[in-house]
């Protein structure tokens, strides 16, 4: 069976500081992968997905970026972070042919001081 | 484009009460429709799915959702609530062909009171 795994579930981190997020995905192949970010009370913004390695699509501008470095993982990244980049950070997997049904990992709770 | 409004952003219901969670969307084209379920501090669970065919859908833990073209909704139900049921619950839209991405409504905090 498939699973996605997330680290660091929590995160701590200074305004300024670099941030690295991973996500990766056992039990399947060749994924779509997806990282959204839900603020309180704003429901879940899609912010990066990847089709493939090296293959990265951006929804929204901002200091954030996204890697996938090998094809079940996906990583998160900031060289500098903002107080506006506190969230729940969540990274999601769907198969080629379903692209439609998504699988969420437990999250990321990130908090900007 | 598109979106998805959730109309109530709390819904506190007594246990074994019925309870129905609003959704609407707004697509000028044929779109998939989702409601995923969020526990405390987890990520989501795909509660159930309308892709086409019949326009009821259900889910194993006794949600149903139907689609209503004219209404563009989709609204989450259940005969009788139970305490495990509070959680956050999620109305998402995906179009055709669009690569799998979601746009997610605010969702709505469904709290169950014994």
């Known amino acids: 069976s498939q699973t996605i795994h997330q680290w660091p579930a929590t995160l701590v981190q200074p305004v300024g500081s670099p941030l690295s997020l991973e996500c990766t995905v056992e039990?399947?192949?060749?994924?779509?992968l997806y990282w959204y970010r839900q603020a309180a009370g704003r429901g879940l913004q899609l912010l990066f997905y990847?089709?493939?390695?090296?293959?990265i699509s951006s929804e929204v501008p901002q200091n954030l970026s996204a890697s996938r470095p090998q094809d079940r993982q996906f990583i998160l990244s900031s060289k500098k972070l903002l107080l506006s980049d506190s969230g729940f950070y969540l990274c999601?997997?769907?198969?080629?042919?379903?692209?439609?049904?998504?699988?969420f990992g437990p999250g990321t709770r990130l908090t900007v001081t | 484009a598109q979106s998805v409004t959730q109309l109530d952003s709390q819904v506190p219901v007594f246990e074994e009460a019925p309870v129905e969670l609003r959704c609407n969307y707004s697509?000028?084209?044929?779109?998939?429709l989702f409601w995923y379920v969020q526990y405390p501090n987890q990520g989501l669970q795909l509660l159930l799915k309308?892709?086409?065919?019949?326009?009821l859908v259900e889910s194993i833990n006794g949600f149903e959702a139907e689609f209503n073209k004219s209404q563009t909704s989709f609204h989450l139900r259940k005969p009788s609530v139970h305490i495990s049921d509070t959680a956050e619950y999620f109305c998402?839209?995906?179009?055709?062909?669009?690569?799998?991405?979601?746009?997610f409504g605010q969702g709505t905090e469904l709290s169950v009171k014994p």
């Open positions: 999601a997997w769907s198969g080629r042919g379903r692209t439609y049904e998504q699988y």
């Open positions: 039990g399947t192949s060749n994924p779509n």
């Open positions: 990847s089709v493939g390695i090296g293959q």
């Open positions: 697509s000028s084209v044929s779109v998939y």
């Open positions: 309308y892709l086409s065919g019949s326009t």
């Open positions: 998402a839209v995906s179009r055709y062909n669009q690569g799998g991405k979601l746009i």
